[in-house]
């Protein structure tokens, strides 16, 4: 899991997911279990379908979405 794209790819490992999320958000954010769920589980079926050492998948999130989706859930469960 990555959420600095030029790090990774300088890096190179076997495989990885790459979500465009800031640092230390790599599942998005609290509270949001379908996305958390979303992203392991895409994360897992890349495991078995990367083709080539070095292969990054780039997930289709957009952080000021989720955030905003993130927003919503913690003022439905009444938290700040």
């Not at 076997?14 to 979303?38: A, C, D």
Request: proline letters at 6%; charged letters at 30%.
């Amino acid at each position: 899991m990555s959420v600095a794209l030029d790090v990774t790819e300088y890096i190179k490992p076997p495989r990885s997911v790459f979500v465009p999320f800031m640092m230390g958000h790599h599942f998005g954010v609290p509270f949001h279990k379908e996305l958390q769920r979303s992203i392991i589980l895409e994360a897992l079926e890349h495991l078995e379908d990367a083709k080539n050492s070095g292969e990054i998948r780039t997930l289709p999130y957009k952080w000021a979405k989720v955030r905003k989706e993130g927003n919503a859930i913690k003022k439905k469960l009444g938290l700040k």
